[in-house]
Nanobody, 125 residues
Framework: QVEESGGGLVQAGDSLRLSCAVS????????MGWFRQVPGKEREFVGA????????KYTDSVKGRFTISRDNAKHTLYLQMNSLKPDDTAVYFC????????????????????WGQGTQVTVSS
């Protein structure tokens, strides 16, 4: 299971860090993803992380601004968001799936089995 936290209201240019607590007996054999969704639009991929391999992948619009990291002891994944823009406003979701590889990264929301409830991020101009 996964559970996000850390959303809020910030101004353009500010930073925010989202957290995703991960639980499950197969930990750390997980592939993780961050997605976001605005009303009326599809849930879109933001970034992916392979826990065993420690590798990441990002959508182009957040490259250089967002960073995924982890804390193994806390079983927690983070999404550090810097230089936030109003276009980043969305509900952000953490997703996970069991994965024993050290190289698989998943960008399609249909590949994930576990989802958090979402956390709202609002960036004002």
């Amino acid at each position: 299971q996964v559970e996000e936290s850390g959303g809020g209201l910030v101004q353009a240019g500010d930073s925010l860090r989202l957290s995703c607590a991960v639980s499950g007996r197969t930990f750390p054999a997980y592939a993780m993803g961050w997605f976001r969704q605005v009303p009326g639009k599809e849930r879109e991929f933001v970034g992916a992380f392979n826990w065993l391999g420690g590798i990441t992948k990002y959508t182009d619009s957040v490259k250089g601004r967002f960073t995924i990291s982890r804390d193994n002891a806390k079983h927690t994944l983070y999404l550090q968001m810097n230089s936030l823009k109003p276009d980043d406003t969305a509900v952000y979701f953490c997703a996970g799936r069991i994965d024993y590889s050290n190289s698989h990264l998943y960008t399609d929301k249909r590949d994930y089995d576990y989802w958090g409830q979402g956390t709202q991020v609002t960036v004002s101009s």
